[in-house]
T-cell receptor
């Protein structure tokens, strides 16, 4: 157990809808990263939040957005869902400027878009 | 795009045998990490090797890094059925700075260990 929790674990949406995924980071961690993992692929970096500011973004369109709260928990929002958004969404926390470089992952939220 | 490429894509062995997975990457790195993922679950960090290290051990795991060839290998000795999982190498990030959580993963090696 990493101490990183994600919700919901599974959800089904239809094309065009919007979804919000949530992540609680491990105690003491101020950095949260989000990843998208399509079936059979490695995780792809979406963006990172450090002390409530977006701090780096991968090759994802603006309809992928996020927030980080003062307690360092985070949300990933995806608007105008497309079929290709079907994937496992992983949240990872880390201790930012200190620590070993290791990321601590949650179990993921599996999104199916019909 | 994937920075790391694992080889082989799938590996099937018997319990007790050793498993070797390889990873190649394209750009210079500060460190390289290996993660494990049980089917459809979250990733678990296994080991991190820094760019100035050539070899690192952790229990039954041995990782090597050759920065001149931009490659790394993960060796699992005396494998067990419980080692069955996908294994990913990841580059980027690193202690300190703002790039901490920005890892680039390969596509992974699926390891199956038969009892």
């Amino acid at each position: 157990e990493t101490g990183v929790t994600q919700s919901p674990t599974h959800l089904i949406k239809t094309r065009g809808q919007q979804v919000t995924l949530r992540c609680s980071s491990q105690s003491g961690h101020n950095t949260v990263s989000w990843y998208q993992q399509a079936l059979g692929q490695g995780p792809q970096f979406i963006f990172q939040y450090y002390r409530e500011e977006e701090n780096g973004r991968g090759n994802f369109p603006p309809r992928f957005s996020g927030l980080q709260f003062p307690n360092y928990s985070s949300e990933l929002n995806v608007n105008a869902l497309e079929l290709d958004d079907s994937a496992l969404y992983l949240c990872a926390s880390s201790s930012g400027g200190v620590g070993t470089g290791e990321l601590f992952f949650g179990e993921g939220s599996r999104l199916t878009v019909l | 795009s994937q920075q790391g490429e694992e080889d082989p894509q799938a590996l099937s062995i018997q319990e007790g045998e050793n498993a070797t997975m390889n990873c190649s990457y394209k750009t210079s790195i500060n460190n390289l990490q290996w993660y494990r993922q049980n089917s459809g679950r979250g990733l678990v960090h296994l080991i991190l090797i820094r760019s100035n290290e050539r070899e690192k051990h952790s229990g039954r795991l041995r990782v090597t890094l050759d920065t001149s060839k931009k490659s790394s290998s993960l060796l699992i000795t005396a494998s067990r059925a419980a080692d069955t999982a996908s294994y990913f190498c990841a580059t980027g990030g690193g202690a300190g700075g703002t790039s901490y959580g920005k890892l680039t993963f390969g596509q992974g090696t699926i390891l199956t260990v038969h009892p």
